[in-house]
């Protein structure tokens, strides 16, 4: 008698038989588990019968199907429809002379004709089931233990980075456009400043630049505490965030030189001015030139300070102009440098609960600062 338990597994290419020779055995073994290629579910057999059609010999390609799987102790060769082809023997014969010829080990290998579906009469297996039976008493039966999968703690690790690579391009994407959106604002601004309005500006600036900061923190701490949730997580103790950004505008060069050349090139067209309002004044009202040269001096000097002071104004918009842009990439890198801080911390509170091998002995580990964040990259 056969001790149960024991596992036959019977593979073959397409249309050699392989459904009726299982069929057949299960009929005749039903203490043996006789299955197909997918119903091992991981088990190992202790026997594989290697079908082939008696319709002609196998090549190279019908053995490639059953090579993967003939490793085991115990390889039996099987023909199978012998009742439909009467020279089943010749091809068997072939068989076994091809199969040791691909693989000399297999040399030795039993071989059988069976019958399992014929069209007529009964299935002839016998021969077969006897030297299975034969074959499975004589070997050992293995011991399988099952081995309990010992749950663990904490999220999955893929699903771990899945849930962070997602929530990090959802911050970059914040990031990018907030300042994006401060820059346009600001530059907006900067282009309706008027003759003394620089402080009040920076002031604007400065104000816009904690917004940011307040806004974009308030969005990590949300959106890390949705991906805890996604993980089934409880939200852990946040971090207390990174002090705002330094966006105070530095001092400018001297502007000596421009003054000077501003006030050379305000003189000279006011001294035109002068001169043309004077003749003018003169061809229309005889006799009054000294009341041309005061009107003309006039609009002169008034056409100098406008000069002056519009020349100043626009040089001021100007380097206003190009402060905003420096802000809002101080504020695209301060964005991104906070993001990257957050989620690392909390991968690395979240992967501790996920069961991550701890870091092997003689590693030198560092506390996770913003310097340490920020080296990684190469912020632009």
């Known amino acids: 008698m056969t001790a ?15 459904g009726g020779v299982v069929a057949a055995l299960r009929s005749r073994l039903p203490e ?23 319709a002609a010999p196998l090549n190279r390609s019908d053995w490639a199907s059953v090579e993967q799987f003939a ?26 002379a091809r199969v040791a ?42 011991i399988r233990v099952s081995r309990a999968v010992r749950a663990r703690p904490g999220p999955d690790p893929a699903e ?22 401060v820059r346009t604002e600001l530059r907006d601004a ?18 816009e630049a904690l917004r940011f900061h307040v806004r974009l923190a308030e969005e990590v701490d949300r959106v890390v505490d949705a991906a805890a949730a996604g993980l089934g997580l409880t939200a852990t103790t946040t971090p207390p965030p990174p002090d705002p950004p330094d966006v105070s505008r530095t001092t400018t060069s001297s502007r000596r030189l421009e003054s000077r050349l501003v006030a050379v ?13 004077s003749r003018l004044l003169a061809g229309l009202v005889p006799g009054s030139s000294a009341l041309g040269w005061a009107a003309g001096t ?49 991968e690395s509170r979240w992967a501790a609960g996920a069961g991550v091998s701890p870091p092997k002995p003689g590693l030198e580990s560092r506390p996770l600062t913003r310097d340490v964040v920020t080296d990684q990259y190469e912020w632009w």
Do not use: N, Q
């Open 4 to 18: 149960t338990g024991r596992v036959v597994l019977v593979v073959g290419p397409p249309l050699a038989g392989v």
């Open 32 to 54: 043996v588990d006789v299955v197909e290629a997918g119903g091992l579910a991981g088990r190992a057999p202790d026997a594989v019968l290697a079908v082939f059609s008696a």
């Open 71 to 96: 490793h085991t102790g115990l390889l039996i060769g099987v023909v199978s429809k012998i009742d439909a082809h009467r020279e089943w023997r010749d091809v068997m014969g072939a068989d076994r």
């Open 101 to 142: 010829g691909f693989d000399g080990r297999y040399g030795s290998t039993p071989w059988l004709g069976v019958a399992a579906a014929p069209g007529l009469g009964e299935a002839r297996v016998d021969e077969l089931v006897d030297l299975l039976r034969t074959e499975l008493e004589r070997s050992p039966l293995p």
């Open 160 to 181: 771990l980075r899945r849930i962070l690579a997602g929530a990090r391009l959802r911050l970059l994407r914040v990031v990018r456009d907030e300042s994006a959106a």
């Open 190 to 207: 900067a282009a309706e400043v008027g003759v003394g309005g620089s402080a009040g500006f920076e002031a604007l600036v400065t104000a």
């Open 265 to 277: 090139l305000g003189v000279g067209f006011g001294a035109g001015i002068a001169l043309a309002c």
């Open 298 to 346: 006039a609009a002169g000097l008034a056409l100098v300070v406008w000069v002056v002071r519009a020349r100043g104004l626009l040089h001021d918009r100007a380097l206003l102009d190009r402060w905003v842009v420096e802000v809002a990439a101080t504020l695209r890198w301060h964005g991104e440098a906070m993001v990257a801080e957050r989620l690392l911390i909390a």
